[in-house]
């Protein structure tokens, strides 16, 4: 099993842009990086506003749950720092492979 640990926060962006932001988990370095890849995020009067858009696939039902507390923060240049971390917070990630995979047959 390959668990982060769940105490510990981590946060950034995704690396691939994703079709629609239904959650902030979705946001990525491509919507909201000023520069070229390699520099960092800046909050200022040229900041887009961004706000999460409602799942529309019937299979995402974590992100459903997730959307109706998100809907509460929203990206854009009068955001504060708390906002800014709620957005970049990454959940921990847990992966369960069962041992007979693993395993020669």
């Known amino acids: 099993m390959i ?8 946060f950034g962006l995704d690396l691939e842009k994703q079709p629609d932001i239904n959650v902030w988990n979705d946001l990525s370095w ?3 990086q000023p520069g070229p890849p ?3 995020l800046e ?9 999460v858009k409602p799942p529309t696939l019937p ?3 974590e992100k459903k749950t997730q959307h109706g ?3 509460q923060v929203v990206w854009h240049k009068d955001m504060s720092s708390a906002d800014l ?21």
């Not at 668990?3 to 510990?8: I, V």
């Not at 909050?43 to 706000?51: E, H, K, N, R, V």
């Open 69 to 71: 507390d998100d809907t």
């Open 85 to 105: 971390a709620y957005i970049l917070f990454q959940a921990p990630v847990l992966v369960a492979v069962h041992a007979a995979e693993m395993l020669p047959k």
């Open 59 to 61: 299979d995402e039902v």
């Open 3 to 10: 668990k982060e640990r769940p105490g510990e926060p981590r």
């Open 43 to 51: 909050i200022t009067s040229a900041t887009p506003t961004l706000s």
């Open 38 to 40: 390699g520099s960092f």
């Open 30 to 32: 491509e919507d909201v």
